[in-house]
């Protein structure tokens, strides 16, 4: 089984491996952690970000094998539109399953970052985890709760 | 720790229910088995013989067996787990959300149809319950899915073609 664990942030990782140590899988699954960069303007800008990228890459392979002892884990960075990209790896990769974080907000940033998680489960050729941060999931019932009264 | 399946009344239901029995779950896991019936509303319905509301208690008869049917598998795949069943009418795309909510559920497994540039009308309930649901929701991508949005943009044409003619 392949698992692909596409993330964006740090929090990104402790929401992800939560999830995934909470479960029995398979000892053959293959985790593949991938860090979608955002286009740089400069090549200074691009070796800046690549470099923090490998940095938390490393945090979440330590991060995922604490919790799930000897399990294949691989890294990958890309860059370019995260949802396009995430989605194009899966094809290559031929992944099983993608779980992904939902991060949503009030600032236009973090809306837009929690549209991939959404883009993702309409698009994504295999079966999708979306996983929501305990402080989405208290606003989200407070507003189903709103919305029925209404 | 708290799930909610969500099925429909096709045979794209066992898609769902097999990523259920082949998982490993925790011993006090609470699975609730929850399957919407849509309301078949239509103003020429007593033109074929029969009431809406005969037809709706059809549709509740058919979806309550499937359930069973469902709930006796997931038994039998997993003893120890709690498994409940949900038989609701209305939208999916609201009922399944409101289930899961009442129920504090932790996570929802449902079935997805794959979308594909040449499907112009794709059946989008699992995407729109992943971005309204209030809690994690898994997508079990439904396996068939490629190949009937391959077919619709052909059956879409030949339709056309023939109302050239």
Same mark, same amino acid.
């Given at each position: 089984m392949k698992v692909l664990l596409p993330i964006v942030g740090k929090d990104d990782m402790r929401l992800i491996a939560g999830f995934v140590a909470n479960f029995t899988w398979p000892p053959s699954t293959e985790y593949k952690i991938i860090h979608i960069?955002?286009?740089?303007v400069t090549d200074e800008q691009y070796e800046q970000n690549f470099a923090s990228a #490998?940095?938390?890459l490393k945090d979440a392979v330590?991060?995922?094998s604490e919790l799930i002892p000897g399990p294949q884990i691989s890294t990958d960075v890309r860059s370019g539109s995260a949802a396009g990209e995430i989605m194009t790896y899966a094809r290559q990769w031929q992944c099983n399953m993608i779980i992904v974080g939902h991060r949503t907000g009030k600032s236009i940033k973090e809306a837009l970052a929690g549209s991939v998680s959404s883009a993702v489960a309409a698009e994504a050729p295999c079966s999708v985890v979306v996983i929501r941060p305990p402080e989405v999931l208290? +606003? #989200?019932k407070e507003a189903a709760? +709103?919305?029925e009264k209404t | 720790m708290k799930v909610v399946v969500a099925i429909d009344q096709t045979d794209n239901r066992f898609?769902?229910?097999?990523?259920v029995l082949n998982r490993h779950?925790?011993?006090?896991?609470f699975i609730k088995i929850l399957t919407v019936v849509e309301p078949f509303e239509w103003d020429g319905i007593d033109k074929i013989g029969q009431t809406s509301s005969e037809l709706l208690g059809k549709q509740k008869a058919h979806a309550q067996e499937i359930l069973t049917q469902a709930r006796a598998l997931v038994e039998k795949a997993h003893p120890t787990a709690s498994v409940h069943m949900e038989l609701r009418v209305g939208d999916p795309r609201t009922e399944v959300v409101m289930s899961a909510t009442h129920w504090d559920a932790d996570r929802i497994i449902i079935g997805a149809h794959g979308t594909s540039p040449n499907r112009l009308l794709p059946c989008r309930i699992g995407p729109v319950i992943a971005r309204t649901a209030t809690c994690s929701i898994e997508l079990v991508r439904l396996k068939d899915s490629d190949e009937e949005a391959c077919q619709t943009p052909i059956r879409r044409q030949k339709v056309e073609l023939k109302g050239a003619v």
């Open positions: 960069l955002p286009m740089a #490998k940095n938390m330590a991060q995922l208290s +606003e #989200k709760s +709103e919305r | 898609e769902v229910l097999n990523a779950w925790p011993k006090d896991v």
